[in-house]
């Protein structure tokens, strides 16, 4: 299995609201609702996560999905111990018998058999049944699950079905208005807001390119981490060029144009 879990209640990250979605969120909490957060890549939907949990003063348990995720990864499978064949909790198992947040990252990139596990949670029963071990879970008053995905990367062969989709109530994410991103990027990387603003300025061309020569724009995290190469002393068109760049294509003749587009916003 290849996930990246995390588990954390204590700090609070950082998290710019561009709306009403904390209170979304908490109010879907509350009422022991299941929650779709859409959008593009990198634009803060995990980082609210994160912040909500630590709000909320909630476990949090985040699976970064893939093409090979299965459901008994979630749920869990008998493996030998010691000689012994001993049943072993997945993520979603665990966080449904201990309460808490169980966030799937891209959940349209795991097999299509977890969205079976998921439909008996998403509604009024809010169990998980574990037909390997003969269980019925009921999900604490705690329990939340907070699934999110990319409408606008994933093909016509991985998207939510319509009967998935509408388990959940959903919140749409973008990317913040310039001026906040400004604001973000600065606090977080240290850079001066005035030197942040052009690189704001080419992320924000380069996001009008999506679905033309690119596949994704530049997330609000690159730019973080082009401010902080800069702030660290490094040439702003090379961290440019390393951070904002490289990391969406590998198409000699789009990185050239790419390129030329930097040379015009970052003097």
């Given at each position: 299995?290849?996930?990246?879990?995390?588990?954390s209640?204590?700090?609070?990250?950082?998290?710019?609201?561009?709306?009403?979605e904390c209170v979304l969120f908490e109010t879907a909490w509350t009422r022991q609702l299941p929650l779709l957060l859409k959008g593009p890549t990198g634009c803060g939907k995990t980082r609210f996560v994160s912040h909500m949990a630590a709000k909320l003063g909630l476990p949090l348990t985040t699976v970064s999905c893939h093409d090979d995720l299965a459901a008994a990864d979630l749920t869990g499978r008998y493996l030998l111990k010691g000689g012994d064949t001993v049943w072993v909790d997945g993520p979603l198992t665990r966080a449904v018998r201990e309460g808490g947040?169980?966030?799937l990252d891209e959940v349209v990139e795991a097999r299509k058999d977890?969205?079976?596990v998921l439909h008996p949670l998403t509604d009024d029963r809010r169990i998980l049944p574990l037909?390997?071990?003969?269980?019925?879970?009921?999900?604490?008053?705690?329990?939340?699950?907070?699934?999110s995905y990319n409408p606008g990367y994933q093909s016509l062969l991985?998207?939510?079905?319509?009967?998935t989709r509408q388990r959940f109530v959903a919140i749409e994410f973008?990317?913040?208005?310039?001026?906040?991103?400004?604001?973000?990027?600065?606090?977080?990387?240290?850079?001066?807001?005035?030197?942040?603003?052009?690189?704001?300025?080419?992320?924000r061309r380069l996001r009008a390119l999506k679905g033309?020569?690119?596949?994704?724009?530049?997330s609000t995290r690159l730019l973080v981490y082009c401010a902080s190469l800069i702030d660290a002393g490094l040439d702003p068109r090379e961290a440019v060029r390393s951070a904002m760049i490289e990391p969406l294509t590998d198409e000699p003749d789009v990185r050239t144009a790419l390129l030329e587009l930097m040379q015009a916003v970052i003097r």
């Open positions: 299995m290849n996930m990246h879990l995390r588990h209640t204590s700090h609070i990250p950082a998290y710019a609201p561009a709306g009403n947040i169980c966030y977890v969205a079976v037909e390997r071990t003969g269980e019925q879970l009921e999900a604490p008053g705690s329990f939340m699950l907070v699934v991985k998207t939510l079905k319509p009967s973008d990317f913040l208005p310039k001026a906040r991103e400004i604001e973000v990027v600065a606090e977080e990387s240290g850079l001066d807001a005035a030197r942040v603003e052009p690189l704001v300025e080419l992320a033309h020569d690119l596949e994704e724009g530049v």
